[in-house]
């Protein structure tokens, strides 16, 4: 064999690094919760309210993690902006909320004053994601990939600081719902209202999104345009406007997964899109990118993930304020499964060679 | 005559969709031999088997005594087993000469920090490296086009340069991916004694895949005929005309052999036209 | 086909061009640029944006009506011109009228009384219909400037062009003729006023560059011929003259700017010498890098630790040898990061490197390192770099004395940042020349085909990658002197766009293309506090109107000219 030393030295430094970080995360994350274990800082009643808050912020990542997900499926682009689109979802719902909210129609009809804003911000997420696609996105189909990511890169900013142009750079606290405060009583266990009604609505709006993809005459044509372009255009397909429908759709998913977010947390800003967009990307990633219930279950997975394991590994490491460095966990999962398992968990769309 | 390269039991699937189904395969060194086939039966997979683009599922690849599937491309290149792709792909940003320079690359050794510095052995491999990559050029007739960015090069000329770029690395053995597709009778001609000359002159193995009969019965000395991933026939071309089973592959029951010829004519030109 | 009408297409670019304007408004941008004048006391650079927005509106219905009708026909292209503007100005007296009735305010943060002002030119709501009247000027002379013979369009462009980057440089300019002196201060004050250019000013300089350019015009062929026709030696000696002087320039810039330009110099100079290193990485090798301010964040920290007499530092390290280590330290890491991520291609890899970016950046800032990095509290009392000898180590939080030149200025850093910045373009300059920077662009081009050539992909994209860590590192490590402290918060990836942006601006893989770049993006901005309030706006603006448009930059790399060139000729002799 030609192969001189040095390379063979690489090849081994590549699979010796590669099983490095493996050996490594295995072993702080066994460690890390065999020591909080023992140390039993945490009762079980806090074990599962950290599985429940886990499970209503997953849901939030799986229903944004539709649009990455629809999106990549159809166009093989990573749509940057679409964390952002979420924040537009939550800033429509926060204005309208806010107006609805002085009028008192929200103490009086709790329940649509919960979807009214929902709706409201499908809409207007929806909108704007059309429009990012037909002016950002359109014209650069067929373009090297990296035209198109860097294209919406820009078009991400641009949300980001138009927003902060239109509304400033403060925080806007979402209006109280009086209905949703307090717990329930489930098993014996007290949960947070607001968290229930999150995850249901998240679930119920997945529903939604699924029987749509897989039982609608749009949703068939989706799943046709993103196996071939070419032959669904051939069968009749009016391929372009199924593109837009799927922004469309995916953001209006991300719409409504930024009016349940602001009711958990309640903060309402230009940039709280990024980090919801990453960790939904993420999510995506994780349960195997082009893939619909992939998405879900990697939003639940990564959504527990993350609050379960700052108190379950990362303290019993000796980590001071482990909660600081729960979005490195998500980040580090990303990395993680882009090294290891890029196909993701349910996926099989992409292979190595394609992603 | 000595083999060059065995090929035994290859074996490639793409999920539930068998490309390549164990297939047996020897070219003899310093011979021109083909592979044909409808579309989609596998010959561009196999291709791919052999210079390690996509891993052979099972099967054995032995070139020169080295086994190959284990290796990667840029090795397997090293071996001397070079190509050119059906649908061309050069490096389209970059000028013609330095595409074919970057077909030299594994013959030239200086690493990043003498380049940097500019010592006089990088200056005298370069000048050789580049002096090499004229004569390439001058050798597929492309002399003076040196400087054109590859993908403002009419076709033509982007297939040659495309070989060009191939017999940088020296191969022994150059697989020809369709090299006749979106040719004109008289370039195809040109092509068919440009193939011989690399074989007589410069010594290289050619191992084609082509559409074009007229081609390949003309130049081959083994043909290897491929359908639905399965090898259905070989030998040499006289053999391969009268064989009922490739007939019968191509045309389906009860055509004659003069059809052949004809069908095949119109299915080039379809590749033709999708390629322009 | 049935072709549109060529009126209904002009309201409609008017309606788009005027939802455009109110998207202005609304982000903010009339008001703040309304405390700026172009011209003193007669237009200001509000107003300016929306007359801006007016003509366009004229121009582009202008063009849409000759494509429609497929010819000039000036009365058609006129009227549709006018009818665009018309509209422009029609939705932004809507606006306004709205405005006065409903409180947009509480939504829209800028739909202040000062924008309505603005917009009205301080006639109150009652003279609105003014708005469209200008609006219907502007576009008509919009659909005329369409109209104009090429040899009058060019210059009146170029001066028009030009007038308003005068404009806005009118503060710099202004503070540097002064400090030359009487003579030049009287210039300065006959030429710029507080806030923008003067009357006066401003006709010398549109008239002046009016004039220039139809002289080169006429004679700029019979100039270039002559300097064709110089023999090499003359030509060789031009291009040193020409190279002195921008030496000249940069070198003594810093020292007759005063402090705040200075800085904003210091600035460019960093982002150039960073940009230069992911030139490499994203412009040669194709690797999208969104993790670069990990690379820049791990140069500033090992400066930052070594030199700092603060509670943190380790060790009074002379930065001449921190420096180094710094850099080492950043390619170290870049090795450790770059061997496994590599194998994953194209937009993944920019995903995955910006999750290590942000790893990087909490880790940093997080109490459970603090103990190490300071954790949000930062590092600070970074020592500056001393031309001399240092003093004994005495105690950690004592500073070591210099016993020489003391480098504290950022005039001082700047030279630092330039020299980096000569020896990083001239590394790179050798690279793309060499077998390596070859297979780089092989790679950009087609991985594959680069890999089916030999080309060992691991080994060469880890190289790229390491050495665009190095560079971020050194880059990271002068800004940690520049500023003497660090901060985790300072590291978002804002940086690592910043330097994407700034490549793409200026065109990838090319070296002069970052300098332009840096200078546009991050340079102006800084110069400019209006503009700098909308800088990430416009970026986000930049990065998709240059893909759309010109995705090879605006200086873009040499083969890309050559190949222009190589057409340009072509064209000479087929004509």
Not at chain 1, 285 to 297: E, F, K, Q, S
Request: charged share 15%; with cysteine.
């Amino acid at each position: 064999m030609r192969t001189s030393p040095g390379e063979r030295l690489l090849d081994l430094a590549v699979s010796g690094v590669l099983w490095g970080f493996r050996i490594l995360l295995v072993a702080a994350i066994l460690i890390g919760t065999i020591a909080t274990i023992r140390a039993g800082k945490y009762t079980s009643e806090q074990w599962i309210d950290f599985v429940v808050f886990g499970i209503s912020q997953g849901s939030i990542y799986a229903l944004i993690a539709l649009g990455y997900t629809m999106v990549y499926g159809i166009l093989r682009m990573i749509n940057f902006a679409h964390g952002d689109i979420f924040m537009t979802g939550a800033f429509a719902a926060y204005f309208l909320a806010t107006w609805m909210n002085g009028t008192g129609f929200i103490d009086s009809y709790p329940i649509l004053g919960l979807l009214i804003p929902i709706l409201f911000a499908m809409i207007v997420a929806g909108g704007i994601a059309m429009l990012v696609e037909r002016i950002a996105y359109r014209p650069l189909r067929g373009a090297p990939r990296l035209v198109p990511l860097i294209s919406a890169i820009g078009a991400s900013f641009f949300l980001e600081y138009a927003f902060r142009g239109f509304f400033g750079p403060g925080v806007y606290a979402y209006p109280p719902i009086k209905a949703l405060e307090g717990e329930w009583d489930i098993l014996g266990i007290g949960i947070l209202k607001v968290q229930v009604v999150v995850a249901v609505a998240a679930f119920i709006m997945m529903a939604i999104l699924y029987s749509i993809v897989m039982f609608t005459k749009v949703g068939k044509a989706m799943r046709a345009v993103s196996e071939s372009k070419d032959t669904a255009a051939l069968m009749g397909i009016d391929v372009n406007r199924i593109i837009v429908s799927t922004f469309a759709l995916g953001a209006a998913m991300a719409g409504a997964a930024g009016v349940l977010y602001s009711l958990i947390f309640r903060q309402v800003g230009f940039f709280m899109g990024f980090t919801p967009g990453i960790k939904a990307f993420t999510a995506a990633v994780l349960g195997g990118i082009g893939n619909i219930p992939g998405a879900m279950v990697g939003g639940l997975v990564l959504g527990i993930f993350e609050s379960v394991g700052p108190s379950l590994f990362l303290e019993g490491l000796g980590i001071t304020r482990p909660y600081q460095l729960k979005d490195a966990i998500a980040y580090t999962m990303l990395v993680m499964i882009l090294l290891f398992r890029p196909s993701g968990i349910l996926g099989e769309r992409i292979t190595t060679k394609k992603a | 005559m000595t083999t060059l390269l065995t090929a035994t039991k290859v074996t490639k699937r793409f999920g539930g969709l068998v490309a390549v189904n164990a297939v047996d395969f020897e070219i003899p060194e310093k011979s021109i031999v083909s592979m044909i086939g409808p579309n989609g039966a596998g010959k561009t997979t196999f291709f791919n088997c052999i210079t390690g683009f996509g891993k052979c599922d099972e099967g054995e690849i032995i070139f020169e005594g080295t086994p190959t599937q284990r290796l990667r491309p840029d090795q397997i290149s090293r071996l001397g087993i070079s190509r050119t792709y059906q649908n061309i792909r050069l490096f389209a940003e970059m000028s013609a000469l330095e595409n074919i320079l970057v077909g030299q690359h594994i013959f030239l050794h200086s690493s990043w920090m003498s380049a940097v510095i500019g010592t006089p052995k990088v200056h005298q491999e370069e000048r050789i490296a580049l002096a090499e990559a004229q004569r390439l050029l001058d050798f597929v007739g492309l002399k003076g086009q040196g400087d054109m960015m590859a993908r403002n090069l009419p076709y033509g000329a982007q297939r040659r340069l495309e070989i060009a770029r191939a017999l940088a690395t020296k191969p022994k053995l150059l697989l020809l991916d369709e090299p006749s597709a979106g040719m004109n009778p008289r370039e195809t001609e040109d092509l068919t004694a440009f193939i011989r000359q690399l074989r007589d002159e410069l010594g290289i193995t050619i191992f084609l895949i082509e559409h074009h009969m007229r081609v390949v019965m003309g130049i081959s000395e083994h043909i290897t005929v491929l359908d639905y991933g399965e090898k259905i026939a070989e030998g040499t071309p006289a053999e391969i005309q009268k064989n009922p089973r490739v007939i019968e592959a191509y045309l389906g029951r009860g055509a004659a052999t003069e059809g052949m010829a004809t069908a095949h004519e119109r299915h080039s030109d379809k590749t033709n036209s999708k390629l322009r | 086909m049935k072709k549109e009408n060529f009126l209904w297409s002009a309201v409609k670019t008017g309606l788009i061009v005027g939802v455009v304007a109110i998207f202005i408004c609304f982000v903010g941008m009339v008001e703040v640029f309304s405390k700026r004048d172009v011209i003193e006391k007669l237009i200001t650079l509000g107003q300016f944006v929306l007359l801006a927005a007016m003509f366009s509106a004229g121009f582009i219905a202008s063009r849409h009506t000759s494509s429609l009708l497929e010819k000039n026909k000036p009365v058609s292209n006129l009227v549709a011109g006018l009818v665009a503007g018309l509209f422009t100005g029609l939705v932004l007296a809507l606006l306004v009228v709205v405005g006065a009735e409903v409180n947009l305010r509480a939504v829209f943060l800028n739909a202040t009384t000062t924008l309505y002002d603005v917009l009205t030119l301080d006639k109150g709501v009652g003279n609105v219909w003014i708005l469209p009247l200008i609006g219907a000027v502007a576009g008509l002379l919009g659909a005329a400037s369409l109209l104009l013979p090429q040899i009058l369009r060019r210059p009146i462009t170029q001066a028009l062009v030009f007038v308003i980057f005068m404009a806005f440089f009118s503060g710099l300019f202004r503070v540097v003729m002064i400090n030359q002196g009487s003579d030049m201060s009287k210039a300065a004050k006959y030429l710029f006023g507080q806030t923008g250019l003067t009357l006066e000013g401003t006709l010398i300089f549109f008239l002046g560059v009016i004039a220039v350019s139809m002289l080169w015009s006429y004679k700029g062929k019979d100039i270039q011929a002559g300097v064709t026709r110089l023999p090499k030696a003359g030509r060789l000696s031009l291009r040193v003259i020409v190279y002195a002087l921008i030496a000249y320039v940069a070198l003594g810039l810093p020292q007759v700017s005063g402090p705040f330009i200075a800085q904003v110099i210091v600035t460019v100079a960093l982002f150039v010498l960073m940009g230069l290193g992911l030139n490499i990485t994203l412009g040669f090798a194709g690797l999208l890098d969104l993790g670069f301010v990990a690379f820049y964040a791990i140069g500033a920290y090992t400066v930052g630790l070594l030199t700092s007499y603060g509670a943190f530092g380790l060790q009074h390290i002379p930065f001449w040898v921190a420096v180094p280590i710094a850099v080492l330290v950043a390619m170290a890491s870049g090795a450790m990061l770059g061997l496994p991520v590599l194998g994953i291609r194209g937009d993944y890899l920019a995903i995955a490197t910006l999750g290590f970016g942000e790893i990087v950046r909490l880790l940093a800032g997080s109490d459970f390192l603090a103990p190490f990095f300071g954790g949000p509290q930062g590092i600070i009392g970074i020592q500056k770099p001393c031309l001399g000898t240092l003093g004994p180590f005495i105690r950690v939080d004592v500073p070591r004395v210099c016993n020489g030149l003391e480098l504290g200025k950022p005039q001082d850093i700047y030279y630092i940042a330039v020299v980096s910045a000569v020896i990083i373009a001239f590394v790179a300059w050798r690279l793309r020349e060499s077998r390596l920077g070859r297979a780089w662009m092989a790679i950009r081009e087609d991985e594959d085909v680069a890999e089916a050539l030999g080309v060992n992909l691991i080994q060469t994209k880890l190289l790229a990658y390491m050495l665009g860590a190095a560079f971020a590192g050194l880059g990271g490590a002068i800004f940690a002197t520049l500023i003497g402290s660090i901060f985790a918060t300072s590291m978002q990836l804002i940086v690592s766009i910043n330097v994407v942006s700034l490549i793409i601006v200026g065109g990838m893989g090319s070296i002069p293309g970052v300098i332009v770049g840096a200078i546009a993006l991050i340079g102006l901005p800084e110069l400019l506090r209006e503009v700098s309030e909308f800088r990430f706006l416009l970026y986000g603006a930049t990065l998709i109107i240059m893909m759309l448009a010109k995705p090879e930059g605006l200086w873009p790399s040499q083969a890309t000219r050559r190949e222009l060139h190589h057409t340009e000729v072509e064209a000479g002799v087929k004509a």
